[in-house]
T-cell receptor, first 118, second 119 residues
Framework: DAGVIQSPRHEVTEMGQEVTLRCKPISGHNSLFWYRQTMMRGLELLIYFNNNVPIDDSGMPEDRFSAKMPNASFSTLKIQPSEPRDSAVYFC????????????????FGPGTRLTVT | AQTVTQSQPEMSVQEAETVTLSCTYDTSESDYYLFWYKQPPSRQMILVIRQEAYKQQNATENRFSVNFQKAAKSFSLKISDSQLGDAAMYFCAYRSAGGSGGSNYKLTFGKGTLLTVNP
């Protein structure tokens, strides 16, 4: 089975440009997460979707960041305008949650997108 | 809020030897899950092993095992017969089991331990 797919793997852009990162979760998974990884702050949760609905976007740094999940198999994270401090590795992860039942619900990560903003 | 601490920024081990990576966490909850993720140079975050807090038995996956000490809030990872491919950054992570609500989806990660395997 294919894992989480992210594109592009690398993105280099100039400050002020719009950047769109893409994610395809594992088929059948109903939860999707966007994380950012930097040396200074480690891994941070940006936003969490469940059944295509944003549940927690408290980690989104500011209004320049937006995320959508138009259907169960696709999500985007957009930065507009981009700034050098947005340079990081952005991960998408997915899992399967069963209603309100407790469970480990392991998160499976994509390969990440390394974003460099110059 | 929960915190996860990995006190060893770097560790090294000889090939075929055993190494233990430390992780401690702080929580007031009694029901939660703990995970170890591996991040090799390819950047891919790979789930290595998980432990349910309600289970007394330590989890094992092939050469990987954990020592879960709930009272001490300790969750160490032991890698036996270390291989060159085990070289990576290892992250410990916590997730609340929660109830019907709350942030029982959020993984809290430690800062990571960089493991070097010497041939």
């Amino acid at each position: 089975d294919a894992g989480v797919i992210q594109s592009p793997r690398h993105e280099v852009t100039e400050m002020g440009q719009e950047v769109t990162l893409r994610c395809k979760p594992i088929s059948g998974h109903n939860s999707l997460f966007w994380y950012r990884q930097t040396m200074m702050r480690g891994l941070e949760l940006l936003i969490y979707f469940n059944n295509n609905v944003p549940i927690d976007d408290s980690g989104m740094p500011e209004d320049r960041f937006s995320a959508k999940m138009p259907n169960a198999s696709f999500s985007t994270l957009k930065i507009q305008p981009s700034e050098p401090r947005d340079s990081a590795v952005y991960f998408c992860a997915s899992s399967l949650r069963v209603g309100r039942l407790k469970g480990p619900y392991e998160q499976y990560f994509g390969p990440g997108t390394r974003l460099t903003v110059t | 809020a929960q915190t996860v601490t990995q006190s060893q920024p770097e560790m090294s081990v000889q090939e075929a030897e055993t190494v233990t990576l430390s992780c401690t966490y702080d929580t007031s909850e009694s029901d939660y899950y703990l995970f170890w993720y591996k991040q090799p140079p390819s950047r891919q975050m790979i789930l290595v092993i998980r432990q349910e807090a309600y289970k007394q038995q330590n989890a094992t996956e092939n050469r990987f095992s954990v020592n879960f000490q709930k009272a001490a809030k300790s969750f160490s990872l032991k890698i036996s017969d270390s291989q060159l491919g085990d070289a990576a950054m290892y992250f410990c992570a916590y997730r609340s089991a929660g109830g019907s609500g709350g942030s029982n989806y959020k993984l809290t990660f430690g800062k990571g331990t960089l493991l070097t395997v010497n041939p």
